[in-house]
């Protein structure tokens, strides 16, 4: 074979590998309204990269699926995009206050080779598909908190190299409460015991788990790199910045911080299968 044929053979096939691999859309999905009366959402993308707690429901979700139940399109985009309901703007009523409720199952082409991003790009694509969504991103500064480590130092244990992911809030296990919608949705801050227990966390994931309990957003400001295990527990009503400067060494401080809110600019209500 001659140099300049090889040359577009490699590149040929390297195109195609390339295109192949950047695919990201679902081999199978359903929407359909959701038949689930008086139940908050539930949802899981499941790769194989993904860890849940044992008694976690997501972890009976099979490999290479993402399934979603009784959630809105607010919680659709909220898993997908990584967002809280509190940073989505715009769009018609029904997007998050209506009683338009679906269940979403969805399975990758190889459920043995899908990552869990992967299946969170390959459902950004559904919901750009089937609910036309187009959106736009806009960082603002508002008033919140930013976690900063206490003058007397941090009180916190750095997490061990055999340590897992674990995260839990009273006496019920989440594997990824970065999924803030079942929080908001659940109300879990008002009904679980005043217990947060995180195995393995960075501190800007803390900061995240901590703003469902805090008045307002949270910036970590601690500058800790790496992952610690934390144990904090509270009285119910009570404000977490005692309890978190006294028992893990973390100060939240009041200021305006800066926040990626999530705009949509345009949306349909999706074709149902």
């Not at 307002?216 to 527990?233: A, C, M, P, R």
């Amino acid at each position: 074979m001659k140099p300049l044929t090889c040359l577009i053979v490699t590149f040929t096939v390297l195109c195609g590998s390339l295109l192949k691999s950047q695919s990201r859309e679902f081999d199978v999905a359903s929407i359909k309204p959701t038949k689930l009366v008086g139940v908050g959402v539930r949802s899981a993308c499941r790769g194989i990269d993904s860890k849940f707690a044992t008694m976690d429901l997501a972890a009976s979700v099979p490999l290479g699926r993402c399934v979603i139940s009784a959630g809105r399109l607010s919680h659709m985009i909220g898993i997908a995009y990584g967002v809280t309901m509190d940073v989505l703007q715009g769009g018609p009523e029904w997007v998050k206050n209506g009683d338009n409720r679906f269940d979403l199952e969805a399975k990758a082409e190889d459920p043995s080779t899908a990552t869990e991003e992967d299946l969170l790009m390959m459902l950004r694509n559904l919901l750009a598909d089937r609910f036309k969504l187009k959106f736009h991103r806009d960082t603002r500064e508002i008033e919140g908190f930013t976690m900063v480590v206490s003058k007397n130092g941090p009180k916190i244990r750095e997490a061990g190299p055999d340590d897992e992911e674990k995260i839990s809030i009273g006496i019920g296990a989440l594997s990824d409460l970065t999924r803030p919608t079942e929080l908001v949705e659940n109300n879990v801050a008002s009904v679980v015991p005043a217990k947060l227990i995180a195995q393995k966390v960075s501190m800007p994931r803390l900061a995240q788990l901590l703003q469902a309990f805090a008045a307002g957003h949270i910036e970590d400001k601690t500058n800790l790199k790496g992952f610690y295990n934390v144990n904090l527990v509270w009285e119910r009503g009570q404000d977490i910045s005692g309890p978190m400067q006294e028992q893990l060494g973390l100060t939240l401080e009041k200021g305006r911080i800066p926040v990626a809110f999530f705009f949509i600019d345009s949306v349909e209500k999706p074709s149902l299968n």
